[in-house]
């Protein structure tokens, strides 16, 4: 599975962005999926969660309310809404896949595919 996002760029405060994370192969449809992110100089974060249908989510007590995940498993893509960006929310966002079968994991170590990555900054 190759992943890809794009849709980052830089944004005041109170903007919005929406991220897409575009999948290879025919399976991207039986896939849970992940949103994380990481800041210069912090580790990896959890954002949000979709399950392979699209019908359940979870999301970090940092962006839930702001941010919205979804899923056109037709498109073989995975979005990510960002409204009310914060200064805080600057880090470079990956989407991730999980094939454990569980779901709404959100320890990054439990990802078996990467995208690489798309910057988002959001300036005060």
């Known amino acids: 599975v190759q992943l890809q996002a794009f849709g980052g760029g830089l944004v005041q405060a109170g903007d919005y962005l929406r991220l897409s994370c575009v999948a290879s192969?025919?399976?991207?449809?039986?896939?849970?999926m992940g949103w994380f992110r990481q800041a210069a100089g912090k580790e990896r974060e959890f954002v949000a969660t979709?399950?392979?249908?699209?019908?359940?989510?979870t999301y970090a007590n940092s962006v839930r309310g702001r941010f919205t995940v979804s899923r056109d498993n037709a498109k073989n893509t995975m979005y990510l809404l960002m409204n009310s960006l914060k200064p805080e929310d600057t880090a470079v966002y990956f989407c991730a896949v999980d094939r454990s079968g569980w779901g709404g994991n959100s320890d990054p170590a439990l990802y078996d595919y990467w995208g690489q990555g798309t910057l988002v900054t959001v300036s005060s």
């Open positions: 979709i399950n392979w249908s699209g019908a359940s989510t």
């Open positions: 192969g025919r399976a991207f449809s039986s896939y849970d």
